[in-house]
């Protein structure tokens, strides 16, 4: 199942200067192999309140994308989804290590699949399948999740540290096909034209560059890149919105239908449509999103900095 293109294991990995590395994924495996799934959620929460007294830039940058996205709560509320919002953070911990060191009956025991006759529907007609996605703190798990339906491909960041690329490469391939770098737009191309199943998630602010201003949440210009309607223009690929969300009693994987009449050669539009099919998703569990990134950080000319 997994592909050639799994970096290999070599001796220089073990230098003295990775030993801090190596301890945190033997004590990461060693937690998620051994505590039942309940307790590690319990301690990720306790984890995710105490992060919240060290990371103070971090959740300034939350507080602030509460503000901007949810205007429509009240200032306790946006409070308590804050505290929601680095109690999942602390469980994503967990999560990541399930994800990389779970065997996969562990994972299914866990896992409720909802959606997949979009998937088999695809399959049947040899489409390539755009998963179309977001940073929610289970991204981890909705990777994992989905390969054991269907193997895919992931879009990622390498890793500078070696023994940390070393290691979320393997653990995100345990039931994937293997990950393309997130500016190898050929190596996305080629994915889906094969008629593989690619995740993408393009709710992040990369800048100006490949992007236009379209609204997100409440904020009215939110940079939004155009590479969701550039990948589904790929022939016979159809954009299949995809996301994980952690329940009482697990994971619930959902796949959705097709986007209709998507893309539709006008980015704007295009971009306004990825957008609102990413904030229902998110609506639907918002403590669950990645709020810590600064996604409204690039403005248009005449809008001052949000941060």
């Not at 220089?12 to 190596?22: F, I, Q, S, V």
């Not at 796949?255 to 006008?266: M, N, R, Y």
């Not at 999103?289 to 941060?307: A, C, S």
């Amino acid at each position: 199942m997994q592909d050639s293109r799994l970096p290999p294991f070599h001796a220089a990995l073990l230098h003295p200067r990775y030993a801090l590395n190596w301890l945190g994924l033997c004590l990461l495996w060693l937690l998620v192999t051994l505590l039942p799934w309940r307790a590690q959620m319990a301690l990720g929460r306790g984890l995710g309140r105490l992060s919240m007294k060290v990371l103070k830039s971090r959740v300034k940058v939350a507080r602030r994308n509460l503000e901007l996205a949810l205007p429509e709560l009240t200032l306790a509320e946006r409070e308590h989804l804050l505290r929601g919002n680095f109690e999942s953070v602390g469980c994503a911990l967990f999560e990541t290590g399930m994800a990389w060191f779970w065997p996969d009956w562990r994972m299914r025991a866990l896992t409720r699949m909802e959606g997949t006759e979009q998937v088999d529907a695809a399959a049947a007609k040899s489409q390539g399948m755009l998963l179309l996605s977001a940073h929610f703190l289970t991204l981890e798990l909705n990777a994992r999740q989905f390969g054991l339906y269907r193997p895919g491909v992931g879009v990622y960041r390498p890793n500078t540290n070696p023994v940390l690329e070393y290691a979320q490469v393997h653990g995100r391939c345990r039931s994937n096909k293997y990950l393309v770098d997130r500016l190898d737009i050929k190596g996305m191309l080629k994915a889906l034209r094969a008629g593989d199943a690619l995740w993408y998630a393009p709710d992040h602010d990369y800048g100006s560059h490949a992007s236009v201003f379209v609204p997100f949440f409440a904020v009215d210009k939110a940079a939004t890149i155009t590479g969701t309607a550039t990948l589904a223009r790929v022939k016979n690929t159809v954009t299949l919105p995809c996301f994980t969300l952690r329940e009482r009693d697990g994971y619930r994987l959902v796949v959705q239908p097709p986007l209709a009449g998507f893309p539709t050669g006008d980015d704007e539009a295009d971009a306004i449509t990825g957008n609102r099919v990413l904030e229902a998703a998110i609506r639907q569990a918002p403590e669950q999103y990645m709020w810590l990134h600064r996604r409204f950080k690039t403005t248009p000319e005449g809008v001052p900095y949000r941060y």
